[in-house]
């Protein structure tokens, strides 16, 4: 009975078919244990004792094979804690973020122009006419102040400052100066905040965003990244604006082949002349931004003496920089925020 009930007990794979070999055998009212139990009143008197104890012994046995078996079920269901902790095995990795794809690039430019001497520096996000406007030169009548083209800004009629205008609770936030707010719809802002607080010469990269309300597409976005770049001294050329933009571009794509720099001609308000600047890369001229020598309004806008010192500035756009490195057709994907998208980069 014993070994009967040992191999029973075993056998049970979990806790309800270990119940049911334990009613079997130890089950108060007709557990096979209970009927040996029944049958000792027939058993011979002068054997009395010695069955007894017998049957206690079997008892003992089946209770004690029933124990060990609640106790192996019980640690196999707590994950297996029996089995021995091996140290050789090897961990589980964890998922480790990563830097955003515009981020990546951001900082990879900053580097390569800490490298040719460009210290970066950051400017706000919420800018006035003088710096957006007035002061690169752009005049009030300018189409570049169209409101369709700028995120003017609003001040709610319980004071809180909001964006658009025009709405019947709102009305136009004003600076200081009692001019318009805006979001910066360029990082050329910078070069105006450096310069009026720095004496020539100057050698800056300013990096953010900038806002502009144009509809979402495959290569528009109302918010976008530019990189500025500003240099003042005396005796600055065109030459030298062609040699920075040359080497930045080389470091930045030319890890295989060279890369050659290309400016057509073009207007901006506070460059004069002014040009687009290509690349060719990959077998194919790419436009990546607009520079020029800064112009003489600006130079005086700022205090400076145009007769004393020139300088070139240039802004390019970050995303496509990113997207042409990355071969992303689709600026909207790097602010879907999917991290099956930016765990790529
Ligand atoms: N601010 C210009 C733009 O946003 C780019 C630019 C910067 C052009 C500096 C010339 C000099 O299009």
């Excluded at 029933?66 to 902790?85: D, N």
Aim: net charge negative; with cysteine.
């Amino acid at each position: 009975l014993a070994s009967d009930a040992q191999s029973a007990f075993d056998a049970a794979a979990d806790p309800d078919a270990l119940e049911v070999a334990r009613v079997e055998f130890l089950g108060a009212k007709a557990g096979r244990l209970k009927a040996v139990q029944k049958g000792m009143g027939k058993v011979d008197k002068a054997d009395k004792p010695a069955a007894g104890q017998k049957l206690n012994a079997v008892k003992q046995s089946i209770e004690s094979a029933f124990e060990a078996s609640t106790k192996r079920l019980a640690c196999g269901e707590s994950g297996g804690a029996t089995e021995a902790f091996d140290p050789t095995v090897p961990g589980r990795p964890f998922r480790l973020g990563h830097l955003h794809p515009i981020t990546q690039t951001i900082e990879r430019m900053k580097e390569i122009m800490g490298r040719l001497g460009f210290t970066a520096v950051e400017g706000p996000e919420i800018e006035d006419d003088w710096h957006n406007f007035e002061a690169l030169n752009i005049p009030l009548s300018h189409p570049a102040r169209d409101p369709l083209d700028n995120f003017y800004l609003g001040v709610a009629e319980n004071g809180s400052e909001v964006g658009g205008q025009g709405s019947g609770t709102t009305r136009a936030a004003h600076g200081p100066d009692g001019k318009p707010l805006l979001l910066r719809s360029q990082t050329s802002t910078v070069q105006i905040r450096v310069m009026e607080d720095t004496e020539p010469p100057v050698r800056i990269v300013s990096l953010g965003r900038v806002y502009r309300p144009d509809t979402a597409d495959a290569t528009h976005y109302p918010m976008f990244h530019q990189i500025e770049g500003l240099l003042i001294d005396k005796q600055v050329t065109m030459a030298d604006l062609k040699s920075v933009l040359r080497m930045f571009c080389q470091a930045y794509y030319g890890e295989q082949e060279d890369v050659h720099v290309r400016f057509r001609t073009s207007f901006f308000p506070f460059t004069e002349p002014s040009v687009e600047v290509d690349i060719n890369w990959q077998g194919g001229w790419m436009e990546i931004g607009g520079a020029g020598m800064v112009d003489p309004n600006v130079l005086r806008a700022v205090g400076y003496d145009p007769e004393e010192v020139s300088g070139f500035a240039f802004g390019m756009g970050v995303e496509r920089i990113a997207m042409r490195q990355h071969g992303i057709r689709d600026i909207r994907d790097l602010y879907a925020n999917d991290v099956r998208f930016l765990s790529q980069f």
